[in-house]
């Protein structure tokens, strides 16, 4: 399992979305979501400490959460199927383990607010994580026959590529001069 920080929030208004992307503790992996705008909103928000004039549906739900003494652990992303990231929040109340099932968007967005780890399961970065370059920090990809055994991507079906493919498309579409900001466009 990798810890994992947020890099960054990048939005395409455009097309109602908006990725973002976790980097594991070395700098060398990232996982890549893409979220909705609203979510993104949220997570940005907090990040950057921008208070909302009213709580928004995560802060209510920290805010239910810790009146009912409900304490949030961390939260995993485990699984990577059918073009779609699954996640687990992981909480205990007393003595008891308490685990929600939940979308990453929804369980980073708590993650930020309960101010808790974030980890990414070995599995999912192996399927949809990818390598970053050590000084720049931009995604590599690397020669298959020059990648030590460890960092190299794990086998994937065509017939996964073939679903993968509206996410690729939708990176492959990002303006990467929009990486370097981090306040939303509109």
Same mark, same amino acid.
């Given at each position: 399992?990798h810890?994992?920080?947020?890099? !960054?929030?990048?939005?395409?208004q ?14 060398? %992996?990232?996982? *890549?979501?893409?979220?909705g705008? *609203?979510?993104a909103l ?10 909302? *004039?009213? *709580? ?9 959460l ?5 304490n949030?652990? %961390? ?15 992981? !909480?205990?109340?007393?003595r ?7 979308r990453p968007?929804d369980?980073i ?12 399961e070995?599995?999912? !970065?192996?399927k949809?994580g990818?390598l ?7 995604p590599i ?7 030590p ?6 086998h ?7 679903r !993968?493919?509206?996410?690729t498309?939708?990176?492959?579409n990002?303006?990467?001069e ?6 939303p466009?509109?």
């Amino acid at each position: 399992m990798h810890r994992m920080k947020i890099g !960054m929030v990048v939005f395409d208004q455009s097309k109602g979305a908006a990725v973002i992307t976790l980097i594991d503790e070395t700098g060398k %992996r990232a996982l *890549p979501l893409l979220i909705g705008v *609203p979510e993104a909103l949220a997570i940005f928000r907090e990040l950057n400490r921008y208070p909302s *004039p009213r *709580p928004m549906v995560y802060d209510l739900f920290k805010n239910v959460l810790d009146g009912l003494r409900v304490n949030v652990d %961390r939260v995993v992303i485990d699984t990577f199927k059918d073009d779609t990231f699954y996640a687990n929040i992981f !909480m205990h109340v007393d003595r008891s383990a308490v685990v929600a099932d939940a979308r990453p968007s929804d369980a980073i967005a708590l993650a930020v607010r309960a101010q808790v780890p974030i980890y990414a399961e070995e599995a999912v !970065m192996d399927k949809a994580g990818i390598l970053l370059d050590k000084e720049t920090g931009k995604p590599i990809v690397p020669d298959q026959g020059q990648a030590p055994e460890a960092e190299r991507p794990a086998h994937v079906e065509e017939e996964e590529l073939r679903r !993968m493919s509206a996410f690729t498309d939708f990176i492959n579409n990002l303006d990467l001069e929009d990486f370097g900001k981090q306040q939303p466009k509109g």
